[in-house]
């Protein structure tokens, strides 16, 4: 059972940058989609970017694009997302994402239902 390790929330203010780390077990996640999601109060989950580079340049939610910046390293079984220039509106707590093993896909998934397997999430507070 692979299982997923958010780090790196905390408190900032605006414009300032925050690094989140996704750690992973499991021997099948350098061929694995992962994904990064965030939920603010009130709000349903929505997708923020994911990577796997067998199926091309990493995706941006379109109000992340320029800012946010995702990457994965292997060898630490590790993904990371990288914001910069945080906004107030960035505020949520952040998920990261597996998608299942030989699904079949082609493309990146943009929807929670593509992906089975999540952390327990880490608090961004940008302050304003």
């Known amino acids: 059972q692979v299982q997923l390790v958010e780090s790196g929330g905390g408190l900032v203010q605006a414009g300032g940058s925050l690094r989140l780390s996704c750690a992973a077990s499991?021997?099948?996640?350098?061929?694995?989609?992962m994904g990064w999601f965030r939920q603010a109060p009130g709000k349903e989950r929505e997708f923020v970017s994911a990577i796997n580079w067998s199926r091309g340049s990493p995706i941006y939610a379109d109000s992340v694009k320029g800012r946010f910046t995702i990457s994965r390293d292997n060898a630490k079984n590790t993904v990371y997302l990288q914001m910069n220039s945080l906004k107030s509106e960035d505020t949520a707590v952040y998920y990261c994402?597996?998608?299942?093993?030989?699904?079949?896909?082609?493309?990146?998934?943009?929807?929670?239902?593509?992906?089975?397997?999540w952390g327990q999430g880490t608090q961004v507070t940008v302050s304003s």
């Open positions: 499991g021997r099948t996640f350098s061929s694995a989609t």
């Open positions: 994402a597996k998608e299942p093993d030989y699904s079949g896909r082609y493309y990146l998934p943009r929807s929670v239902h593509g992906y089975d397997t």
